[in-house]
């Protein structure tokens, strides 16, 4: 492969977490009595940290939301990953065939990865080079974490590459100077995601982990 990092998205690309994070993210919200359809919360917030999701929140409604949100939002998304929670098909066997360096930047919090991809035996894969949105100032779609990711693996932007399936997410690559390729082999994505990845700047996409190495092989230096 002609890139010295491989950088993962985990939520949707990693895991197939994003449908049980919006199933919380609606029971939690309609609890405060604000109510948003799936399909509303997938288009706005998925690859957006719970703490920008909150914020943007709080903005379009015009008030705050419990004290404790985050905590009973994150206590619910456990809950779902304990008896639902799957590795994304396919992914154990593109890790075990990659040669270079890898490693996992998220807009979940540290804790969330750490219960999320032990759940699925894929944390020690990753262990310690597992990086989180609260380790930046700006999450996605701002470049800060992958900017991070890559410094603190002592790789030049450039030759990374990204796996994304969110907008925010590929735009957060572009926006860092990375090649970005974007998956839509999540529960979540709908028809015409891939479309959208590649307007978003996506150099490429792919449907399945099983397409991803020779998808990574094919990509120009």
Not at 53 to 62: I, K, V
């Amino acid at each position: 492969m002609s890139f010295d990092l491989v950088i993962f998205d985990c939520d949707g690309v990693l895991i197939d977490s994003e449908m049980l994070a919006v199933r919380a993210d609606v029971a939690c919200l309609a609890e405060e009595g604000i109510v948003q359809t799936e399909a509303q919360v997938l288009e706005r917030y998925t690859g957006i940290s719970i703490a920008g999701m909150t914020a943007d929140l709080e903005r379009r409604f015009g008030r705050k939301l419990r004290d404790d949100f985050v905590a009973h939002h994150d206590a619910q998304v456990s809950t779902l990953f304990e008896t639902d929670l799957k590795a994304v098909v396919g992914i154990e066997t593109v890790l075990d065939g990659l040669a270079s360096p890898i490693c996992v930047a998220s807009s979940s919090t540290p804790e969330r990865l750490r219960h999320a991809l032990g759940l699925v035996g894929l944390y020690d894969r990753f262990h310690p080079h597992v990086f989180s949105s609260t380790m930046v100032a700006r999450g996605k779609p701002a470049p800060d974490l992958f900017l991070h990711a890559a410094a603190r693996m002592g790789v030049l932007p450039a030759r990374c590459v990204v796996i994304e399936d969110s907008l925010p997410g590929v735009e957060a690559a572009v926006a860092a100077g990375m090649t970005a390729v974007g998956f839509v082999g999540g529960s979540h994505c709908q028809p015409g995601h891939a479309d959208r990845l590649r307007g978003q700047g996506a150099m490429l996409v792919v449907e399945t982990m099983a397409a991803l190495p020779s998808a990574l092989a094919a990509l120009p230096s």
